[in-house]
């Protein structure tokens, strides 16, 4: 069975600071991994997507995400904080048509 | 396009009441899925579909029922509401061309039950 985990329900940062966040999959097979973001009152949208194209995915907003196969891990990546990137975030896999999402990681920025 | 929406966007019910939640997808997607959101609980599939007049349960099916008597109408159904069930629902279609692909979400549906 998949799953993601994401690490951290909440990350705060400073505006201009580097956004990370964290997202673990468990796989017995390559997996296809997302990250969405929601902002509030809205419904999730993609940000990123990896299908083994490229381990280095740049995605919208600035976002990317690097697949790394002997960690496990996709974490989520943004140079400099926007006050507009605050929203939740999404880890998500897929290997069926049944997706698994993560718990989701609030991002938090201050002025 | 309008992608996916959902109807009603709020609904305030009474223990006992039952309501249907309407998904509808232009895109031509095959699958479709009802979620619903719970502070600190990210997504919890509820029910799914693969295809037109075909249904699945996902994690959390209990007290809810679903229909896709259509391929771009996806149906959600609470016979019999409870406070538990207060959530926001969200839908999501998507195609599986060539492997799985991105999920498109709709504005989703704030539900409270009293």
């Known amino acids: 069975a998949q799953s993601v985990t994401q690490l951290g329900s909440h990350v705060s940062v400073s505006e201009g600071a580097l956004v990370l966040l964290r997202c673990n999959y468990s796989s017995s097979v390559p997996p296809y991994l997302f990250w969405y973001v929601q902002y509030p009152n809205q419904g999730l949208q993609l940000l990123l997507k990896?299908?083994?194209?490229?381990?280095l995915v740049k995605g919208i907003n600035g976002f990317e995400a690097e697949f790394k196969k002997s960690e496990t891990s996709f974490h989520l990546t943004k140079p400099s904080a926007h006050m507009s990137d605050a929203a939740e975030y999404f880890c998500a896999t897929g290997g069926s048509y049944i997706p698994t999402f993560g718990r989701g990681t609030s991002l938090i920025v201050h002025p | 396009n309008a992608g996916v929406t959902q109807t009603p966007k709020f609904r305030v019910l009474k223990t006992g009441q039952s309501m249907t939640l309407l998904c509808a997808q232009d895109m031509n997607h095959e699958y479709m899925y009802w979620y619903r959101q719970d502070p600190g609980m990210g997504l919890r599939l509820i029910h799914y579909?693969?295809?037109?007049?075909?249904?699945a349960k996902g994690e959390v099916p209990d007290g809810y029922n679903v229909s896709r008597l259509k391929k771009q109408n996806f149906l959600l159904g609470l016979e019999s509401a409870a406070p538990s069930q207060t959530s926001v629902y969200f839908c999501?279609?998507?195609?599986?061309?060539?492997?799985?692909?991105?999920?498109?979400f709709g504005p989703g549906t704030r539900l409270t039950v009293l």
């Open positions: 579909s693969v295809g037109e007049g075909t249904t």
């Open positions: 990896y299908t083994s194209a490229a381990t």
């Open positions: 999501a279609s998507s195609s599986l061309a060539g492997g799985p692909d991105t999920q498109y």
